[in-house]
Nanobody, 126 residues
């Protein structure tokens, strides 16, 4: 049974930083691609960043230069370092996994991901 468990969310002032973690069990993260998604109230879920099985990464334009996705294969854990946080980054953040070596252009399409965590809330005050 695949389980993805996010942690690290919280409340922070604009300009601050948070580091999200996603611990995986029943799924080997080095064998697939993983994406961080987020969903704000009243908005659609959007892809934030992806890390492919080979470690290559892509980011949404809105977070480029501020967020960094990484993984520790030994710990089977995915991370999202978020710096220079803005009010508009406020959302529920989810990690998602797809057992493909490369997500490619579909990395931000939530419907293509079969494994999801429960989410962790990030609230940024201005």
């Amino acid at each position: 049974q695949v389980q993805l468990v996010e942690s690290g969310g919280g409340s922070v002032q604009a300009g601050g930083s948070l580091r999200l973690s996603c611990a995986a069990s029943g799924y080997t993260i080095r064998l697939g691609c993983m994406t961080w998604f987020r969903q704000a109230p009243g908005k659609e879920r959007e892809g934030v960043a992806v890390i492919e099985s080979d470690g290559s990464t892509k980011y949404a334009d809105s977070v480029k230069g501020r967020f960094t996705i990484s993984k520790d294969n030994a710990k089977n854990t995915l991370y999202l370092q978020m710096n220079s946080l803005k009010f508009e980054d406020t959302a529920m953040y989810y990690c998602a996994a797809r057992p493909l070596l490369v997500c490619g252009s579909g990395w931000s399409l939530s419907a293509r991901f079969g494994y999801w965590g429960q989410g962790t809330q990030v609230t940024v005050s201005s």
